[in-house]
């Protein structure tokens, strides 16, 4: 990703134009107040569909059989430690 580096009196005078090149372009500005840079204006994150959890799932990591046995010991031993809450206010 491109970064940029900006005045703040020039986001001041063209902020609809540098959000435009932030959504169109992907271009990051590091903004600069006093020779330092106070403030980054970049696009959001790319927001992931339901549709495409399956997909997004796929790509991560597996557990080996041996880390599975051990994942699955710790949720039992987690939920033998459990007690049942009879008043939520204590």
Do not use: G, Y
């Amino acid at each position: 990703m491109e970064t940029q580096l900006i005045k703040e009196s020039k986001v001041a005078q063209n902020f609809s134009a540098i959000l435009n090149q932030v959504m169109s372009q992907s271009i990051q500005f590091d903004v600069i107040h006093d020779q330092t840079i106070v403030a980054r204006i970049v696009p959001s994150p790319k927001k992931v569909a339901l549709a495409e959890l399956d997909q997004l799932f796929a790509t991560l990591p597996r557990l080996d059989e041996n880390e599975v046995d051990v994942f699955e010991q710790d949720i039992k031993t987690a939920l033998e430690q459990l007690t049942e809450v009879n008043d939520v206010w204590e």
